[in-house]
């Protein structure tokens, strides 16, 4: 069989549950990923042929494709913001919107001084901070998640981009850890945020491999992160520190209004891409 052929069998098969855009963007992601080549080089070279150990790895990522299961698990990668990092079953993966995010506190960071110092909280892979510290070298990063398995991939993830972060497993639910942590002047989070009777509105992909701990809310707390972050940011918040989160573009006006009821002077609504009401930055 001639790669050509192995290709247009691998796009077929995965456009039964893809549009032909979204199929294309795995099997080229794929193919590249697995065998080294890339599109292109097939059109060149239509006689090339698969091995039979490189036909052997395609077959097992095409069943895996075709059960749901995110192109990103499946390679075990993902990029976020010119940045290839690890990713599992442990960490949500990085999207497109909180690239935006993290572009928002790099530009505002920028007419700050160099060495501020910056808490990510929940940081699933370490996508926002890693960013960040390659972006304002002289920050000091640190970063807390409640998962263990989350903490280890982030910390691999920081040592491959040569990063100095600092790593901690704290539940920031409960209070009693806060006084673990210092003062900040930045402190961001892409929090879960999604009530859990929203879960049928989302894809197979995400429900069925995404970590719900880093999704899903109470139904009746839809505000739980963004009541904690509020209260916390007024013990731990620098003066003239800035509290950046992204959230539910349906409580997008009520997580601003929480901010604003907790006595922070200045909170700004900023949309996504998607001009979704996606992200805010809440200053002391």
């Known amino acids: 069989m001639t790669l050509k052929e192995a290709y247009r069998n691998f796009l077929l098969q995965v456009q039964a549950i893809y549009s032909l855009s979204e199929a294309t963007v795995i099997t080229d992601w794929i193919f590249e990923s697995v065998i080294n080549i890339k599109k292109s080089d097939l059109i060149k070279n239509t006689t090339l042929s698969i091995t039979k150990t490189a036909h052997l790895e395609i077959t097992k990522r095409l069943r895996e494709v075709l059960q749901h299961k995110p192109i990103q698990y499946v390679l075990g990668e993902s990029w976020f913001y010119s940045i290839k990092l690890k990713v599992n079953e442990h960490v949500l993966i990085p999207r497109p919107e909180t690239e935006e995010l993290v572009q928002w506190i790099i530009s505002v960071a920028s007419h700050q001084p160099p060495a501020i110092s910056i808490l990510d909280i929940g940081t699933g892979s370490g996508c926002i901070s890693i960013a960040l510290k390659k972006h304002l070298h002289a920050?000091?990063?640190?970063?807390?998640?409640?998962?263990?398995?989350a903490l280890a991939l982030a910390k691999e993830n920081a040592t491959i981009q040569k990063t100095q972060i600092q790593f901690l497993q704290i539940d920031f639910l409960d209070?009693?850890?806060?006084?673990?942590?210092?003062?900040?002047?930045?402190?961001?989070?892409?929090?879960?945020?999604?009530?859990?009777?929203?879960?049928?509105?989302?894809?197979?992909?995400?429900i069925e491999y995404e970590p719900h701990s880093a999704l899903f809310v109470p139904d009746n707390e839809p505000l739980?992160?963004?009541?904690?972050?509020?209260?916390?940011?007024k013990e731990h918040l620098n003066y003239n520190g800035k509290?950046?989160?992204?959230?539910?573009?349906?409580?997008?006006?009520?997580?601003?209004?929480?901010?604003?009821?907790?006595?922070?002077?200045?909170?700004?609504?900023?949309?996504?891409?998607?001009?979704?009401?996606?992200?805010?930055?809440?200053?002391?």
């Open 139 to 149: 920050a000091s990063v640190t970063a807390i998640d409640i998962s263990k398995d």
């Open 175 to 206: 209070e009693t850890n806060w006084n673990a942590l210092p003062m900040f002047d930045i402190i961001v989070s892409n929090p879960p945020y999604i009530p859990k009777n929203e879960k049928d509105k989302l894809d197979k992909n995400v």
């Open 224 to 233: 739980l992160f963004y009541e904690k972050i509020a209260a916390f940011g």
């Open 243 to 284: 509290i950046f989160v992204e959230t539910h573009e349906n409580y997008a006006e009520k997580s601003a209004t929480l901010f604003k009821e907790n006595i922070y002077r200045y909170v700004d609504l900023k949309k996504d891409m998607f001009g979704k009401e996606r992200m805010i930055m809440i200053r002391v």
